[in-house]
């Protein structure tokens, strides 16, 4: 398995765990505690914060987002379960972007979102991926609960778990450096080019709940476990929140296989690529994180290391349903 994950050719972090034990962990290039921008994956601790809000009775998956965001287009006609699952129908004017240019707080970036989003009926109800949907659901977290998405975050993850590798990307630069984050790069013309720190963290703060947190494989690893077997969610919790409809199979943050019962979740981004593959009970988990990439090269990726899981997993072909 080392062979044909090293010929991706990746400059990274690998982390192989099979049946609760740690196969391979070893590192390309970096080391086996750095810290890579995750980018989407993050998407997955968003959705199972809100979860945790159903599950105390202080949110409805039925609730309409206009009970937190009237202005919004079409809000009286989307609700928190279509946020979750990329089914809302919402996205941004033709060439606006997520988040102020420059920051100022989450709530204004949330402001200036709802004032450039659009609403598409034709696509409620009907799978269209846009990180909008989770910015959004950081805003209704906020609004309930009175704290920062940051403060939840931390309070749901970081200091219960022990996290060690684990911050924000707009972190003092002395907790940035204890993470162990290495730059992101891209590959272009010949050589690679690394990231502005400045446009890295604009983006950042505009995808909120959506790629703005830097993790290790080990902590990532540890999060997953939580999300997909921790005290965090019930079972009945879990059903909801990953129950999946073709064509993408996706909620709560993970692209969903019901026949192998696993789930897939990617983050690509400021340099920096991340892929999850786990069981539904996070017996077998592959991770792999880079901070040198390539344009173009992303699905290609997704593809080969969707077929190393399907090694992991002793199986020869996906069923149908999609991984992302």
Known sequence: MRQQIDALRIKGSI?????DKIMLNYALGNN?????????VQKSMTAAIIMHLVQEGKLSLQD?????????????????KNLLAMTAGLDLKSGARLGQKHFVSDQDNIQHDAANT???????????YSSLNYVYLCGIMSKITGQSYEQLFRDTYVRPLKLRQTEFLWSKPGKIIASHLVPGMIYR???YDVVKHQAALRDAHSELGAGSVV?????????????????????????????AAPPAYYNGGFYNNIKLKTKTAN???????????????????LIIQSNKTREGEF??????????????????????????
């Open 299 to 324: 699905d290609q990726l997704k593809g080969q290391i969707n077929q190393i899981m399907l090694e992991l997993l002793g199986r020869k072909a996906y069923s149908a349903n999609i991984i992302g």
């Open 215 to 243: 993790m290790s494989n080990h902590d990532l690893a540890k999060v997953i476990r939580y999300l997909l077997t921790g005290s965090l969610l019930t079972r009945r919790s879990r059903k909801l929140l990953y129950q």
């Open 64 to 80: 309409k987002l206009s009970k937190f965001y009237p202005q919004i287009a079409g809000a009286k006609k989307v609700r928190l």
């Open 189 to 191: 013309k010949g050589r």
């Open 267 to 285: 983050g690509a981004g400021q340099g920096y690529y991340t892929f999850v593959r786990s069981t539904d009970n996070a017996k077998t988990i």
């Open 15 to 19: 982390l192989v765990i099979k049946n």
């Open 118 to 128: 659009v609403f598409e009926p034709a696509l409620l109800n009907k799978w269209h």
């Open 32 to 40: 086996t505690d750095t810290s890579y921008l995750i980018n989407s």
